[in-house]
């Protein structure tokens, strides 16, 4: 079943207008009306939680007086005047509520809700039509409460800590103006009795927040929602969009700034650049109306990758290079582009914080409507080995999130984004989050004589006369044929260990010419390395697949966007099919290996760091034991 394309709706300005008194009123003083919740309006000593009594009061109702704009102003009560802080949370939650009548009444027009309504008040409403109205008018006030706890939670900034002192909303959903009321009444519960302008804006994103996770769990009880999920509702001037009950995290995005490299600066590392440059392409070869990415159907995509290597052999500018090269096919396109590290000043001390900060980086670059990179620069500090006693909660979370986001039970890979690990101690990565990683990209610099030549006469620039010598500059680099000779190398294993195992084969069974080959290849690996598991036989497949998808899109093909990028889905398929080729033993064996030797090197790496902590120990301690007697000796030793 093919998926119906969201259409984009841009909210014009005369609609949200009209409701703007409306929404004055619901920020300036309400009666709220609420039925049996059982809460108290006493809070429990040392906390701003409600008293739940164990009396049923099902069906009693109650009134509050809401004022939310004087209990904003009352933050800071020695001033009569709103603050910045202040003025943005009255102003946004006014502008939330005109902006999600105004979606209401788009759903309204969608569904034939608004002419119902008319009917309904003169009068001839009845049977079905009574029961499709009621219906219809408590989907409105569900959407309506959804986008305004939507606008809230993006427009407001994410600054300080996450507040943990928030009750979750009680609905009702008799109406649009209902919803919002019980929407803006835990907002008001929220900012009473904030410390300070920092706290109150944390507080009322978190109810935001809060809200939204509470209409997810209430979703299936409404009629016609479907509709509302092919909508891609846009406000250009504020910077909103929803696309259908995605919404974004948070925060007007600032625009990317960033250092681009092209490939031509980048000295060796060519098969990391290689993959690099075909991604780029992969990531703009997405579809917006289908939202998949032909790549993702026909085999070759790459989700994830971990770039691995020394310090200083050039992880940094390779990121770099991705970024441009994808930000330069979005120019020309006009597609939407996301850029975000997530690195270790996300990770707080706040219980909570850390995975929350990690799942709203993965939420902003898995967002369906923007070609999206995300990148986790130092991974070995900021995710910590789950056996790791000394790494903080933080990092924990963060391990957490990032295996259930990158393979998880809910992983859905659309083709619009690639995420990217990269650090210098790949080996302190937990195994199953390593293993994670699709694509293995070994990023060791120039390696080469030529290598090096090119490197420094790339650095030094051209303000000199000295000749180049016997070297042609740059030949070396040339991406087809440093590739080629690349992946030759590949042929055989370059670790010691895979090696060994690599020649008892050859020795026992001779050249592999069959799956069954293969398959013992495989398990003669395992045995010798249990890491190598079934995860890690899928990566390798995956990477097989993408050689046999080792094509290398025209570039003229991005030098107009008409020519391929504003192609249909099916026209963009058939397009790549045509240069796709069948894969070879040789690639198969160079796959293998490849990714075999990332196991065998990050567990050497390992076995030797631990090996070096064994020595050091033992060599303190016969240290420790030599200074001991010689204080004995001086009597400087006080038993």
Known sequence: MSEQAPSLTALREDDIAKHLSAAQTLVTRFTHVTTGGGRSNTEIAGTRRRFVSTVSTSGSKSTSDIRFSDTVSAVNSGDTMLSLAQHTVVFRTRRAIAVALAVADVFGERTGLDALAKRNAGGTLDGSDAERFRGLVESAAYIAAFTAAAYIKQMLPDEGEPA???????????????????????????????????????????????????LATRRGRFASLDVFETLHLKLEADGFELNGFDAAGGGSRKPLVMQFKQPNEIIGNHIAKYQAMKLAKMLVAYDFDRQLNPFVELGGFLFTFIGDGAPGTGKTILIQMIAGLINDYCERAGYGFVYENFGVDQISSYQGKSGQNCKQFVQNVLAPRTIGFGTVDDIDQVAAKRSDDRASAGQQEVTAVLMESFAGATTVVRGNCSFGMFSNYPENVDDALRQRAGARWLVDGPQTRDDYIDIFMLLAGKNHDIAPGDHEPFAAQQIQKAVDEAYADYTKPQEEGLATVY??????????????????????????????????????????????????????????????????????????????????????????????????????????????DIIRRERQHERAVAEIAAMKADGRWAQ
């Open 164 to 214: 943990s002192d928030v009750e979750p909303a009680e609905f009702s959903f008799d109406s649009p103006q209902d919803a919002l009321k019980s929407l803006v009444a835990n907002l008001h519960d929220a900012a009473e009795g904030a410390a300070d302008d920092k706290v109150l804006t944390s507080r009322v994103r978190a109810a935001a927040s809060l809200a939204l996770e509470e």
């Open 503 to 612: 020649e008892r084969y050859l020795n026992d069974v001779g050249e592999p010419k069959t799956m069954e080959d293969v398959g013992d290849y495989l398990h003669r690996i395992k045995l010798a390395e249990p890491r190598f598991t079934g995860r890690a036989i899928k990566n390798i497949t995956d990477a097989i697949k993408m050689r046999a998808m080792d094509i290398d899109l025209p570039d003229e093909w991005f030098d107009d966007a008409a020519t391929f990028m504003h192609q249909p889905y099916d026209t963009k398929k058939s397009m790549i099919e045509e240069l796709r080729g069948p894969f070879s033993m040789d690639m198969v064996m160079q796959e293998i290996n490849r990714y075999a030797d990332s196991e065998f090197r990050y567990s050497a790496r390992s076995d030797a760091s631990a090996v070096e």
